[in-house]
Structure formats: structure tokens, C-alpha cells
């Protein structure tokens, strides 16, 4: 009896062992592959994750401290002109206080300084800047192009075109006049700062009508001002690389210098854009037609104070947009 009691002792220890060796037995290494993309957060127990919340933007406010003894409306002119070239490389602004500041980096191989004049514009609403001996221009601003700025009455900056293939034109479009400074800095050899520091005019509540966002084959109009208000065309630019852009520059003695001006397809296929009342077009007057690119012709004529543009050579019905915008003042035609 005592030899069976032993043996079942022993057996009841072998199985308690086993028993206890499987439930002490570690868990098996697993793997992590490092390059997989994975987002391990840890909380604490009691404690809540806090949701990001975005800043919201802080809104303008000048303190008041500038000093614009310096600023004037007067036209500004920095160096003179030479046989000097400059290449524009970079065009930056910036909000300071109180004033916007647009700062153009050019380069040179020569000693002297840019040519370059600042004035303002009364009948576009803009602050002009016309650099002369420009072999290159690389601010990434287009011909007819833009750059929007929309900061206290600091509308946007526009590249305009010129007849002169070294002069280069930045129209500084602002919601009224204001007072500006014109500066330079040369900041090592062959290297300079064009500065321009326009001061915040305010916002001008105007209610314009800018005509079509979109293209479409349809009639487009604007309603906008007459011969009444000295409604004006006084020049025009156009450009044709893929997309024709014809752009009309206009005034009127109104607070909207936007004249009215519908556009339509004839039975011809011809588009037709007319200008219903308008005081003076010195557009008219330079002729009775305008030839543009890819053979595309704007036959102009004057009858009483309206003005008929009929553009011939489209081959086609094309998509159009007919626009309009504020400083510079314009009204765009683009075909595509």
C-alpha cells in the first residue's frame, strides 16, 4: 500500500508540473515590420484626447508707429538711363505696418543703378512701376497676368505690357489713391533691391459687375456705366499664346469705371462685342481694324456712342469669357 500510495504522489506532481510549466510558458516573439505605417497613441486611463483646433487668422490692425514722412503721391524715380541691363529674378511682397512692401530682386553685370520709375496712375487706380534696360523677367507673373494681394485696399499686383521689348510694367492695383515710397539697395555686387511700399488706402465699397466666371458659347453682358458717367476706352493689349486675350483698359468719371459692353455670335459665326454708350474710345479712333494672333481680326466701328468690335477668322463657334477688373480697370475678352 505505502509502494501505490508513493506512486500516485509522484504522478499527481509530474502532472502538477505540467500544468504549470504550459501556464508559465512565455507568448511567442511576434514581428513588427518598421516600414509598415502605423500610429500608436497612449492615454492615460481618465484622460481625454484633446481635438486640434486650427488658429484662427489674426486680423490686420496698424499700430499706428510708421513713419510715411517719407511716402508720397508724386511720381519717383530711382537712377537714369543707361545702356545698363537688368534681369528681374524674384518679386516678393510682404504686410508691414501699414503698408504693403514689394520687393523685386535684379541682377547685373554692370555698375550702375536700375532705372526704374513709380507713379501712380489716376485713371487705372494703380501704382505703376516701369523698369527700363530689362533683358529677363523671372517673378513667374505672366503678360496680362495677376497676383493677388486683397490687404486693406492693396488689391493685386499686374503684369502689364509694354511696346518696348527692355521695359517691363507692374501695375499695383489699389481701391483709391494713397501715398507710396520707391527705394533701392544694393545688396552685393551686380545684385539689387528694387523696393516699393505702397501704404494700405482701405477698402472701397463698390459694387461692380464683372461679368462671366465661366466660358460658353452663349451671350455674355456687363451692366456697368455710360456716356453719362464719361465711360472710356483708352487703350488696349492683347496676347495669343493658346488662349487669345484681348484687354481693353477703361475710365469713367463714375466710383464704377466698368462700362457696359454685351458679347454675341452673328448669323456668321462672327462673335460681336459691343460697347453700347461710351464718351471716347481712342481704341476706335487708332483705326478701323485690329489684327491679332492666329489670324483672328477685330474689325472696329463707331456709331454714335456705341462701339462694335466684330472679331472674324475664328473658323469657328469658339468658347469666350467676357470679364471685367478693378485697378487696373478692365474689360477682358479671352477666345479659346
Known sequence: ??????????????IGGLIFFLIRKPKEDVEIDENEDTQVEEVEE??????????????????????????????QVLGEETEAEFAIEELEDVSRDGF????????????????????????????????????????GIGYQQERRVDQEGVL??????????????????ISKATIFYLTSE???EGKWYVILQVKYPGAADVDVDLGSEDFSEGDQSIVGVTADDGATISAYTYSGAGLLKLVWAVTSQADNPIPS???????????VVT??????????????????PSSVIAEVERVGDSSVYTFTGLEEVREYKLSASLSPNQVILEIR
Not at 262 to 271: I, M, V, W
Not at 275 to 292: E, I, M, Q, W
Open 156 to 173: 493685386r499686383i499686374y503684369h502689364n505690357i509694354s511696346a518696348d521689348a527692355d521695359q517691363e510694367l507692374y501695375d499695383i492695383g
Open 186 to 188: 544694393q545688396i552685393e
Open 261 to 271: 459692353v454685351s458679347a454675341t455670335y452673328n448669323k456668321d459665326d462672327e462673335l
Open 1 to 14: 500500500m505505502k509502494k501505490k500510495g508513493v506512486i500516485t504522489i509522484l504522478l499527481f506532481l509530474a
Open 46 to 75: 481618465g484622460e481625454e484626447v484633446a481635438e486640434e483646433e486650427e488658429e484662427p487668422e489674426e486680423e490686420y490692425e496698424y499700430s499706428g508707429d510708421t513713419d510715411f514722412t517719407e511716402f508720397s503721391s508724386d511720381t
Open 275 to 292: 460697347f453700347d454708350s461710351l464718351t471716347t474710345d481712342r481704341v476706335a479712333a487708332f483705326g478701323d481694324t485690329l489684327t491679332l
Open 100 to 139: 504693403h512692401q514689394f520687393t523685386f530682386t535684379l541682377t547685373t553685370e554692370d555698375e550702375e543703378e536700375p532705372f526704374v520709375t513709380a507713379s501712380y496712375q489716376s485713371n487705372t487706380g494703380v501704382v505703376r512701376v516701369d523698369f527700363q534696360g530689362i533683358s529677363g523677367d523671372s517673378t
